[in-house]
Nanobody, 115 residues
């Protein structure tokens, strides 16, 4: 059973940074796409960033220039470096991965940015 598990959330102040991790139970190159989504209370889940196996990376306009996705294939882990955090970044962040068969979601990690 394929799993993706997030970690790294927490409470920070405006302007600070956090790095989220998403550990996958299989090698990253077996996925056709991976990414991060987030959901704030009362709002639908939204895309933060997605990277495809073809190398395309798409960021939400709201995080461009502040968030960076990366990966460590040796650790089967994807990261989301979040800099210059704002209160509006407060949300539960979910790791997403898709292979030829299924979509996989983590349980989410909470990020709270205080003003």
């Amino acid at each position: 059973q394929v799993q993706v598990v997030e970690s790294g959330g927490g409470l920070v102040q405006t302007g600070e940074s956090l790095r989220l991790s998403c550990a996958a139970s299989k090698v990253l190159f077996s996925f056709v796409a991976m990414g991060w989504y987030r959901q704030s209370p009362g709002k639908p889940r939204e895309l933060v960033v997605e990277i495809t196996s073809g190398g395309n990376t798409v960021y939400a306009d709201s995080v461009k220039g502040r968030f960076t996705v990366s990966s460590d294939n040796a650790k089967n882990t994807m990261y989301l470096q979040m800099n210059s955090l704002k209160p509006e970044d407060t949300a539960v962040y979910y790791c997403h991965a898709r292979d030829d068969l299924w979509d996989y979601w983590g349980q989410g990690t909470s990020v709270t940015v205080s003003s």
